[in-house]
């Protein structure tokens, strides 16, 4: 499916983990500085890079590395980068996985990635960010 510009695949969800592959296009940003309450969230880069924002601080992680980050770190990233990224993303404990599947565009339909970019998905994604579960730190910008 693809969420906001992103193509997020399910590998497997359990009680205690959702694990998904995760692939951004060059030069796409990633979601607004966020953190997660009830969760920490890893990621491992498996191709490409991609440009982190944690805590106010910039790293860039290339194939091969990972970071995790503990619930209520405020974090970001995007891919600077003129190449694509897919990368390992993993959610712990398991739940968040259904904000993307609110989102996420299948991806077999027509013109996804585009529709994921849509002012009407960026609508639901307002709704949705009022989950007690996450804390956007900046809105969505707005047309």
């Known amino acids: 499916m693809w969420v906001t510009g992103h193509l997020m695949t399910p590998i497997a969800v359990t009680p205690a983990f959702a694990l998904m592959m995760g692939e ?14 009830e ?13 982190f924002m944690v805590d106010g601080k910039s790293k ?26 897919k990368w ?3 959610h712990a404990p398991s739940g968040f996985e259904t904000f993307f599947e ?3 565009i299948p991806a077999g ?19 949705l960010i009022a989950r007690p579960e996450i804390d956007f730190v900046m809105a969505v910008p707005q047309d």
């Open 102 to 104: 609110q989102l996420g």
């Open 24 to 37: 951004t296009p060059a030069g796409m940003d990633g979601p607004p500085p966020h953190s997660h309450a």
């Open 60 to 85: 860039i992680l290339r194939a091969g590395e990972n970071i995790t980050l503990p619930r209520n770190v405020v974090h970001t990233f995007r891919n600077a980068s003129d190449q694509p990224a």
């Open 109 to 127: 339909e027509e013109q996804s990635r585009e529709r994921s970019l849509a002012p009407e998905v960026f609508e639901r994604f307002q709704k």
């Open 88 to 90: 390992l993303n993993i």
């Open 39 to 51: 969760c920490d969230e890893t990621f491992g880069i498996l191709e490409g890079e991609l440009e």
